[in-house]
């Protein structure tokens, strides 16, 4: 894969649901925070237990998140994006993320991410609706 330039990270920020709302100089900003990482199959991107320090976004090829167990949770394709309760709720991975084909993701640090909640509540709104969409209901115990 070439190089992913600025303005290329920048539109594929666009496509996703988190930042779809965002105008392109901010896209731009926000893209400059990103770290181009590469994978090969078989390479661990995080284990389970480890402290969450950035989440990612796959731009090519696919990921499979494992559990502790090594049971299959999910594939992730490009357009996806993964890691991001961990460093939301402050606690260990609780699942492991492994190349599966060669991929190309975008790497955010927890630190910028923050950063960019709080000065751009429109990602925060990005990521409810994100979150909802994938929940569509909630189990409730029921008070007999």
């Known amino acids: ?82 890691g991001d309760e961990a460093i939301f709720n402050e606690k260990p991975r609780v699942y492991s993320v492994l190349a599966k084909t060669p991929a190309t993701l975008l790497a955010l640090s927890k630190t910028n991410l923050l950063t960019i909640i709080s000065e751009c509540p429109a990602v925060a709104i990005g990521f409810l609706q994100t979150y909802t969409s994938i929940t569509p209901f909630r189990l409730r115990r029921r008070e007999e």
């Open 1 to 82: 894969m070439t190089k992913l330039t600025l303005i290329d990270r920048a539109f594929f920020l666009k496509r996703s649901p988190l930042f779809a709302s965002l105008d392109l100089d901010l896209l731009l900003a926000i893209a400059d925070k990103l770290q181009v990482v590469i994978f090969e199959p078989e390479d661990t991107i995080f284990r389970v237990a480890e402290e969450a320090f950035h989440m990612y976004f796959v731009v090519k090829g696919e990921v499979v998140a494992k559990d502790s167990n090594k049971h299959l949770l999910a594939t992730l394709e490009a357009g996806e994006f993964f």
